[in-house]
C-alpha cells in the first residue's frame, strides 16, 4: 500500500461527499453540514460479567442527518469500533438511504467488545445495557437501529424488549432485524445478499454476460458472502473463490459450495479444515468475471488495484476499495459497483420491516424479494446513467445520488 493512500474511512468519505456536492452545485457550507453527523453520543456501559466483576463498555451512537426524516442503521458489536469509523457508516447510511429514495437519514452505533468471548447472558446484559444508554436519542420516529457487524435477531429482540419496558406504547418500530414472531419481516436475513445478487445481474447484463456463464470470486463467508455463494450457485453461476479470516479455498472448475455451508462455523470460518488454501490477497488477484471483496475495508488498493483480474467488482462489505484503487480500477474499463449502492438490500427490507410494523400488516418472503428487486433495479439505473452521462466512476455517480436528497431537504428547511 502506497504511503500516500488514504485508507481512513472518514477522510476518505468526506471527500468523495464534497467532490459529489460540488458537482451538484451546492456551496462549501453544504459540505460543512454533511461531512460530520448532526450528534454523536458517546455511553459508558457497566456490566456484570458472569464471574462477577464488573466491566466498563464504551459504545456510540451516530446520527448523521435527519432532514429528509429519521435516521436508520446498525449496531456492531466488534473490538475495533470507534468514533471515525461509527461517523464515516452513518454517513454511508444517509448516502444508501438516499441512492434507494427512502424517507431516511443515516445512523450508525457499536459497542467495543468481542462477542466472541462472551457468555450468552453477557450478551443479553451488554444489548439491554446500550438501549437503556441511548434511550434518549431513539426511537421509531427518532433513530431505529437495526443488526450490523457480530449482531443478530437475538441481539435486536433484546434491545426491542428493553426499550418496550422504558417506552411502552412505541415501541415496535423501535428496531428492525427482529426475529419474525417479533414484527420482523420475511427476507430481512437474507437481505443484503439478495440485493447484492440484483447487483450482479443488472452489472451483468452491461457486460453482455449471462449469469450461467460467470465466474464468482467471493471474499468473506460470514452471513452476507455465504448467502450470496448460495444465491449464485443456485442462479447457476460457478463459484471459484470464497474465503474467510484464516484463508481462501480456490478452484477453477467450481466450488462445492452446499458442502462448504454445511461445514462453516457460526463465525463463517471453514478454510481451516482444508490444507491447502491461498491468501486472502492471492484471492483477489485471481481471474474471475466477478469479484465481490464482502469482508473488511481497504482490501483493494493502488498496490493490487493493477493485478485485479475481475470485470465487474461488486462490493459487498463497506469500504473495501480505496479511492486511489476505484480510480485505477475504472481507468481499466472494470465495472465497479460501491458499497453504498451494491449493499443497499438490508436498509430497503429493514425500512419494508418498518413499514409493517407501523401499518400492522405483514407480507409474505415473494412480496417483500419483489418489491426489493424493484427498488434495488431502479437505484441501479439512476446511479448508472448519472455514471454515463456525467462521465464520473460509479462511486462518485452513487454519492452524488445519495447525497442529493439530504442537501435539498436540508435546503427546503432552511438549515443552509
Known amino acids: 500500500m502506497s504511503p500516500t493512500e488514504n485508507t481512513n474511512v472518514l477522510q476518505s468519505t468526506q471527500a468523495v461527499i464534497q ?54 442503521g446498525g449496531v456492531r458489536f466488534h473490538p475495533d469500533v470507534n468514533e471515525d469509523e461509527v461517523k464515516a457508516l452513518s454517513i454511508w447510511m444517509s448516502l444508501k438511504c438516499g441512492i434507494v429514495n427512502l424517507p431516511y437519514g443515516g445512523g450508525k452505533g457499536g459497542i467495543v467488545c468481542d462477542p466472541r468471548d462472551m ?23 427518532k433513530d431505529i437501529p437495526a443488526p450490523d457487524v457480530m449482531t443478530n435477531s437475538q441481539i435486536m429482540a433484546w434491545m426491542f424488549d428493553e426499550y418496550s419496558r422504558i417506552r411502552e406504547f412505541d415501541a415496535p418500530g423501535f428496531i428492525t432485524g427482529k426475529p419474525i414472531v417479533l414484527g420482523g419481516s420475511q427476507g430481512r436475513e437474507t437481505a443484503t445478499a439478495k440485493g447484492v445478487t440484483i447487483m450482479i445481474d443488472q452489472a451483468l447484463g452491461k457486460k453482455g454476460i449471462h449469469v450461467k456463464d460467470a465466474k464468482v470470486v ?23 473463490g470464497i474465503s474467510d479470516v484464516y484463508g481462501a479455498l480456490y478452484d477453477p472448475a467450481g466450488l462445492d459450495i452446499p458442502d462448504l455451508l454445511d461445514r462453516r462455523d457460526s463465525f463463517g470460518t471453514v478454510t481451516k479444515l482444508f490444507k491447502s488454501t491461498l491468501s486472502n490477497k492471492e484471492l ?23 493485478r485485479i483480474k475481475a470485470g465487474i467488482i461488486v462490493e459487498a462489505a463497506n469500504g473495501p476499495t480505496t479511492l486511489e484503487a476505484t480510480k ?59 455514471h454515463q452521462s456525467r462521465k464520473v466512476d460509479m462511486r462518485l455517480a452513487a454519492y452524488m445520488v445519495g447525497v442529493r436528497n439530504t442537501a435539498e431537504a436540508a435546503r427546503f428547511r432552511g438549515w443552509v
Not at 221 to 234: D, I, P, Q, T
Not at 296 to 304: H, L, S
Open 218 to 240: 467471493i471474499q468473506g463467508f460470514g452471513n452476507a458472502g455465504s448467502y450470496l455463494a448460495k444465491f449464485m450457485h443456485e442462479a447457476g453461476a460457478i463459484v471459484i
Open 284 to 306: 483477489l488477484e485471481q481471474e474471475c468475471d466477478i469479484l465481490v471483496p464482502a469482508a473488511i475495508e481497504n482490501q483493494i488498493t493502488q498496490e493490487n488495484a493493477g
Open 328 to 386: 485505477i480500477l475504472t481507468d481499466r474499463g472494470i465495472l465497479l459497483v460501491p458499497d453504498v449502492l451494491a449493499s443497499a438490500g438490508g436498509v430497503v427490507v429493514s425500512y419494508f420491516e418498518w413499514v409493517q410494523n407501523n401499518q400492522g400488516y405483514y407480507w409474505t418472503e415473494d412480496e417483500v424479494h419483489t418489491k426489493l428487486k424493484e427498488v434495488m433495479e431502479k437505484a441501479f439505473e439512476t446511479v448508472y446513467n448519472v
Open 119 to 141: 457468555s450468552f447472558r453477557e450478551l443479553e446484559r451488554l444489548s439491554r445495557g446500550y438501549v437503556r444508554a441511548i434511550s434518549q436519542m431513539v426511537g421509531p420516529s
Open 19 to 72: 467532490e459529489a456536492l460540488t458537482k451538484l452545485g451546492y456551496g462549501p457550507e453544504m459540505y460543512e453540514l454533511l461531512k460530520e453527523p448532526l450528534r454523536l453520543l458517546t455511553v459508558r456501559i457497566p456490566i456484570r460479567m458472569d464471574d462477577g466483576k464488573v466491566k466498563i463498555f464504551t459504545g456510540y451512537r451516530a446520527q448523521h442527518n435527519d432532514a429528509v426524516g429519521p435516521t436508520k
